[in-house]
């Protein structure tokens, strides 16, 4: 995946600060287009294309982007996103 651009990571933010204003245009990733699906509004984005996607989680500190395709699964990803995420809510970060 190409580098992230500043205004992909931008829309994210705005996502969790405004949920769902992703999901008329689609989350943008590296110039990959996904279509949003159902997360935690302000914690979790979830997106779709193929057999593939990704999962962005938001922490006090930081955005963890994971993105997966075949062979796992969407939801081998977002446990493992979740869970980092969670771990480093729980570190304080």
Known sequence: MPFVKPEEITAIINDFNEPGSLAPTG????????????????????????????????????????IY??????????????RLGDYLLDQGF
């Not at 395709?69 to 979740?82: A, H």
Request: with cysteine.
């Open 27 to 66: 989350l943008h990733l590296g110039g990959t287009k996904y279509m949003v699906i159902q997360g935690e509004a302000g914690a979790v984005i979830r997106g779709k294309k193929g057999p593939g996607g990704v999962t962005v989680k938001k922490t006090g500190m930081a955005i963890i982007i994971g």
């Open 69 to 82: 395709d075949e062979p796992m699964t969407p939801g081998q990803c977002n446990m493992i996103v979740e």
